[in-house]
């Protein structure tokens, strides 16, 4: 049996992805010239017989704080376009190629230039001999012989996550995309529906600057805006692993497209409605001391909330 | 009489109207749907004994609710006002339902206002009764030391999303005040026939 996500999970994924790669684009940050050390538990070298199956995986080591690595960052996985006619709604390049199961589509490739890996004298290794963990920072290789030392890659500052139980598990600034409750009702005579989810994005800011920004940032870029439905033929950008999907197969980036095609169910794009803001203030708790209390995850909190509103043909 | 004296008459009559209709019709219906989420959203979700029950708060909700100034006027305005996290009293008593309303991220112990006086400390409030602390605050140290492990009482609803039971409630109202505004003109009209 053949099974496709359904149109909330899609919704939910597509606003996530436009949140993260669209909203927070002035939230990616740099870290150059990291270590990169091999990992003993997750490399597999003693395969004499089938050198092939041999892997090894280097984690990069960096004390940046938050940790870019946490739950709902990870290390930026398409390249922006600058300089370009595009709209700054849609800041990926959308190419001709095929997805990873060879169909023919339009897509954005992985990034070339967002993770770069030198050697030890700090030449630039090419990437076709290695894949990118994003995920968990970590670079992935089956040549035993390849000298690969250190890592400069952009990261996501805010950490992006779709599920309240995560939030400990990040640390601030965290974003939270909620779909709270759904209402379908019908526009016109015949089929159609109009499916209203309502939506809160909750911030967990590390300062009251902190949260200023992010929720002005989030306001503007829902407010009066749209985005796209996509479809997910064949799931998330990153595979189960946290490489791109499809990298495993074919080094080929333009056969491995993000599919960027929308949804044909929907008319146009999901629209944002009735967009709201507001800091959270929350009654004080106790502790031994004030520094405890302002680090609290809980210390400085805001919420966006909309309404998510897309018109079916079905 | 003059005629424009005669408008003014009959929009001060639907203004009493007006009044009367949200207080008869919509503030009830409000009322109960509020309370109608805080019982599905909350009730018996502690255990019996246990700190934070939220029905320990009821009552003080419902008084709150009752005391919420739900319709207002300015001059020939009315305005229906519906309660939310913001505009709701959560002062004096209730400020652990607001942390439940709110959600919050992490893990939490409940600590009564006497275990903070026993420490030594100064409590930021003497309203409340019960208070949050994090897992891994240093204060939580010296409550082990005065308590036990065993008589801690960790919060409920640490590390859960908002249970707002305001949600909704505005939609339903906006919903209502059509028909009670409906009523409202009608009554005032056959007001000001009968008396003018």
């Known amino acids: 049996m053949s099974y496709e996500m359904r149109s909330i999970r899609k919704e939910d994924l597509s606003v996530y992805h436009y949140i993260k790669e669209v909203v927070l684009l002035d939230f990616i ?25 041999n892997i090894l995986v280097y984690a990069a080591e960096t004390d940046t704080l938050p940790n870019p690595i946490s739950r709902g960052r990870g290390w930026v996985y398409f390249d922006t376009v600058s300089g370009t006619t595009l709209s700054p709604c849609e800041p990926y390049a959308v190419v001709s190629g095929t997805r990873a199961d060879g169909v023919a589509t339009t897509g954005t490739p992985e990034q070339s230039t967002m993770v770069t890996v030198f050697d030890a004298n700090l030449s630039v290794v090419s990437d076709l001999v290695y894949m990118v963990d994003y995920v968990d920072g970590r670079i992935v290789t089956d040549d035993p012989n390849l000298d690969i030392s250190y890592v400069t890659y952009n990261w996501y500052y805010v950490s992006v996550v779709d599920e309240w139980a995560l939030i400990q598990s990040a640390e601030p600034p965290v974003v939270v995309v909620d779909i709270q409750s759904t209402y379908k009702e019908g526009y016109q005579l015949g089929a159609g529906k109009k499916v209203t989810r309502k939506v809160d994005l909750h911030i967990f800011a590390s300062s009251a600057a902190e949260r200023k920004d992010l929720l002005d940032t989030l306001f503007d870029g829902l407010y009066l805006k749209s985005c796209p439905l996509y479809d997910f033929p064949l799931g998330d950008v990153l595979d189960y692993d946290g490489t791109f999907y499809g990298r495993k197969d074919n080094p080929n980036k333009l056969t491995s497209l993000f599919d960027r095609t929308s949804n044909k169910n929907i008319i146009g794009n999901l629209q944002f409605e009735n967009v709201t803001a507001r800091n959270v203030g929350l009654p004080p708790i106790l502790s031994r001391n004030r520094e405890e209390v302002m680090s609290d995850l809980n210390a400085y909190r805001a919420k966006v909330s909309f309404d998510l509103v897309s018109y079916t043909y079905s | 009489m003059n005629p424009l004296a005669y408008g003014e008459r009959f929009l001060r009559l639907l203004k009493r109207k007006l009044i009367q209709t949200f207080e008869e019709d919509v503030v009830p219906e409000v009322k109960k749907a509020v309370m109608d989420n805080y019982d599905s959203l909350l009730m018996n979700k502690v255990p019996e004994g246990s700190l934070g029950r939220p029905e320990d708060f009821r009552d003080l909700f419902v008084e709150r609710l009752d005391e919420y100034p739900f319709v207002k006027t300015d001059n020939l305005i009315v305005k229906l006002s519906v309660p939310d996290n913001d505009t709701f009293d959560f002062g004096e008593g209730l400020s652990f339902l607001k942390h439940v309303m709110e959600g919050m991220a992490g893990f939490y112990y409940l600590i009564p206002i006497e275990t903070y006086r026993l420490l030594g400390y100064t409590p930021p409030s003497l309203r409340e009764t019960l208070y949050l602390v994090r897992e891994d605050d240093p204060l939580m140290d010296d409550v082990r030391n005065i308590l036990g492990e065993t008589f801690l009482t960790p919060y409920a609803f640490s590390n859960s999303p908002p249970m707002d039971v305001f949600e909704d409630v505005r939609k339903q109202a906006s919903q209502r005040v059509a028909d009670a505004v409906k009523k409202a003109v009608s009554l005032a009209k056959n007001d000001f026939r009968r008396l003018y």
């Open chain 1, 29 to 53: 940050e740099l870290d150059e010239y990291v270590p990169l050390v091999l990992d003993p538990k997750l490399s597999s070298t003693t395969n004499d017989a089938d050198p092939s199956t």
